[in-house]
């Protein structure tokens, strides 16, 4: 008998998931090119489940369901708030650009994003191993075909092929390894392969084997080195608004599941993964800035800069436990939690200044697309300006703060080998900032080809949401306090119940 507080817990996935069969519904009917309808409903739909999650995260209570396979704590409410917030802004975003292109023939644009955004709240609330595959699948299937939507595009085409043979192969590498996991605990429950493994009685020798593989996959979908080939291939062949799709929204989800499986069930054996984590750490950071400076394309120089944005990330979560203590936990993981959604906001604004100036025939996809954007819109090229230094750490945006505090995580626990990451991470950050303000360069200082002197044509919804965006990645530079408790109490609450 499944009892009501079961229920309660997974409401907002009942809502999302119900009106997203609802909306396939009755966009058979709408004929609008445009989907005017469908992408209302969407809007509205997401809106009252983002407003659910911030009720049930401002209570600050943890609940089990169904047998303790699905939590719902602060965290988790949270990032699916942030999540839910992220899908509307990018479909507000993306719906010009798609319509343009002939992608909303149908409403799979809408539908398919919003079941991708109930793998990303299952992933983000699993508190069992195969939920939480359950959830990765469905977001990444949905991913995969949101990547394919414009099938007349042979470079779509082949960018889904790639995605999804690498992407089944990463998946094949986290099961493989949740499966030795269970072989060697007995349990697919995350507290009882907590508490297992905390019991030292089971062989370590097949823990470690495992876990090798855990990481594997969770690397993958991260897009950490050495298994970042397919983020440059897909954020540069996916339709943009795609590419805006699976590059904000589900970094959520891929912190969320990072924080599940190795924190909350793996915690007991930090010591080997955060070894891990800091050799894909370095990998990263060194291989995506050095490799974003050679870039012209300026999708294919974001996708390695996320892959060098989440080798901070994981500094962060590699910094919690040290020499077996707890007591940098707190600290450490909600410094991660704060850089994650400080990364996705600001992701945001950069794709949607690429959308805005995104015209019929025109993708404005390389970095000389943007050259004298000053000159015809100075508001737009200040947004663009904004993120770029938010993305390159410079005061007092947003991101600054963001990288301040996973160097202050790791300079916390007191190690000489955290205070050389901290060096190195600080480092390649400088070589970042070449790449971002050359982006600041070309829009400033470059004279614009009469190709792109042209008026920047946007729909209202659009060009609010954006000035919005851009606003708030100078605001929480200004003010980050508000964020960062909120983040530092969600995570107190989740370190409080480890094991329980």
Known sequence: MIDTLSWITVYPEIILLVMACVIALVDLGVTSPRRQTTYVLSLLTLAVIACVQAVYASHGSTAYGFGKMFISDP???????????????????????????????????????????????????????????????????????????????????????????LGALASGFLLYGLSMIYGATGSLNVNEVFQAIASRQVKHQVLVFGLVFVVAGLAFKLGAVPFHMWLPDVYHGAPTAVTLLIGAAPQLAAFAICIRLLVQGMLP????????????????????????????????????????????????????????????????????????????????????????????GHES?????????????????????????????????????????????????????????????????????????????????????????????????????????????LLLGLFPGGLMTLCADAIAALVKSLGT
């Open 365 to 473: 996809e390389e970095i000389a697309d943007l050259a004298g954007l000053n000159q015809r819109s100075p508001l737009y090229a200040g947004v663009m300006a904004v993120c770029m230094f938010s993305l390159a750490g410079v005061p007092p945006v947003v991101g600054f703060y963001a990288k301040l505090a996973v160097l202050q995580s790791l300079l916390a626990a007191q190690q000489s080998s955290y205070l050389w990451l901290a060096i190195f991470a600080v480092m390649m950050s400088l070589v970042g900032a070449f790449y971002y303000l050359r982006v600041v360069k070309v829009m400033y200082f470059d004279a614009a080809p009469a190709r792109l002197q042209v008026p920047i044509v946007g729909a209202l919804d659009t060009r609010m949401v954006l000035t919005v965006n851009g606003a708030l990645v």
């Open 75 to 165: 965290m988790g409410n949270w990032l699916k708030c942030f999540a839910t917030v992220a899908l509307m802004v990018t479909l507000v975003y993306g719906r010009p650009y798609a319509a343009d292109r002939g992608m909303l023939r149908g409403g799979e644009f809408f539908t398919l994003s919003l079941f991708a955004l109930l793998g990303i709240f299952v992933m983000i609330s699993g508190h069992n191993f195969l939920v939480l595959y359950m959830g990765l699948e469905l977001m990444t299937l949905s991913s995969y075909a949101l990547v394919a939507l414009r099938r007349d595009n042979a470079t779509a085409t082949e960018a889904a092929m790639k995605y999804f043979v």
């Open 269 to 360: 054996l930090a010591i080997d993964w955060q070894q891990m984590l800091g050799v894909l750490a370095v990998g990263s950071l060194l291989v995506g800035n050095l490799a974003a400076v050679a870039q012209t394309n300026l999708k294919r120089m974001l996708a390695f800069s996320t892959i060098s944005q989440m080798g901070f990330l994981l500094l962060a979560l590699l910094a919690g436990v040290v020499d077996g203590s707890k007591l940098n936990a707190e600290y450490a993981y909600s410094a991660a939690m704060f850089y994650v959604i400080t990364y996705v906001l600001t992701t945001l604004a950069v794709f949607g200044i690429i959308l805005l100036l995104a015209r019929e």
